[in-house]
């Protein structure tokens, strides 16, 4: 599931990338369009770290891993923190005032965020994706799934809808191998937010 939510990650940055590079001068209704799917993302993104942090860690520490190791990521997370405050202040003035001047000062934010992102990324799977596959049966991790899926219902709909928007047959494979497909099939269903108003930004 880890991997899984890091390429929703990376296939959105990118698609922040791109859209920006071609932002439309004055389209105030590509700024809003553009600003509705970053409130999406930057809520699924913090949301996904605070978790980690609450609930991965905990489980982590419980099955071995060190103190240090996660200390670092939660370095990491700090900067990402803050890269993800910056774009949001740049999303934020693009949509007040759609110029191509702020349009470029998002798409320096994103790149910014990009780099960051991909540092702890490669960092966390060469660190943490072992310890999640090899521990993956003991109790601790067990539970830690059980938490992570204790989400509202109709953000988990919202959830699933993004993560497979986009996502390789690896992925969505590994998507079902997490979450029952029945389950992963009536959420699908709910996430209607996503599909009417954030899946329609990137076609």
């Given at each position: 599931?880890n991997?899984v939510i890091?390429?929703?990650?990376?296939?959105?940055?990118?698609?922040?990338?791109?859209?920006?590079?071609?932002?439309?001068?004055g389209?105030?209704d590509?700024a809003?369009r553009?600003?509705?799917?970053?409130?999406f993302?930057y809520?699924?993104?913090?949301?996904?770290?605070?978790?980690?942090?609450?609930?991965?860690?905990?489980?982590?520490?419980?099955?071995?891993?060190?103190?240090?190791?996660?200390?670092?990521?939660d370095?990491?997370?700090?900067?990402?923190?803050?890269?993800l405050?910056?774009?949001?202040?740049?999303?934020t003035?693009?949509?007040?005032?759609?110029?191509?001047?702020?349009?470029?000062?998002?798409?320096?934010?994103?790149a910014?965020?990009?780099q960051?992102?991909?540092?702890?990324?490669?960092?966390?799977?060469?660190?943490?994706?072992?310890?999640?596959?090899?521990?993956?049966n003991?109790?601790e991790?067990?539970?830690?799934?059980?938490?992570?899926?204790?989400?509202?219902?109709?953000?988990?709909?919202?959830?699933?809808?993004?993560?497979?928007?986009?996502a390789?047959?690896?992925?969505?494979?590994?998507?079902?191998?997490?979450?029952p497909?029945?389950?992963?099939?009536?959420l699908?269903?709910?996430?209607?937010r996503?599909r009417?108003?954030?899946?329609?930004?990137?076609?």
């Open positions: 599931m991997k890091h390429g929703a990650v990376r296939r959105d940055l990118a698609r922040f990338a791109a859209a920006l590079d071609a932002f439309p001068e389209s105030k590509r809003v553009l600003s509705t799917a970053w409130k993302f809520g699924e993104l913090d949301q996904h770290h605070h978790g980690e942090h609450e609930i991965a860690w905990p489980a982590l520490t419980a099955v071995g891993v060190q103190a240090s190791v996660l200390a670092e990521m370095a990491e997370h700090e900067r990402m923190a803050g890269a405050v910056q774009a949001d202040l740049a999303f003035a693009l949509e007040l005032q759609p110029t191509e001047t702020n349009a470029k000062s998002a798409r320096a934010a994103v910014d965020l990009e960051v992102v991909a540092e702890h990324f490669a960092h966390e799977e060469r660190e943490l994706e072992p310890v999640y596959h090899d521990k993956r003991t109790p991790i067990k539970a830690m799934g059980r938490a992570f899926a204790k989400r509202n219902p109709l953000r988990s709909g919202d959830f699933v809808a993004w993560v497979q928007n986009g390789t047959p690896q992925e969505r494979a590994a998507l079902r191998e997490s979450i497909p029945p389950v992963v099939a009536v699908g269903l709910l996430g209607q996503y009417r108003t954030v899946a329609p930004v990137w076609r």
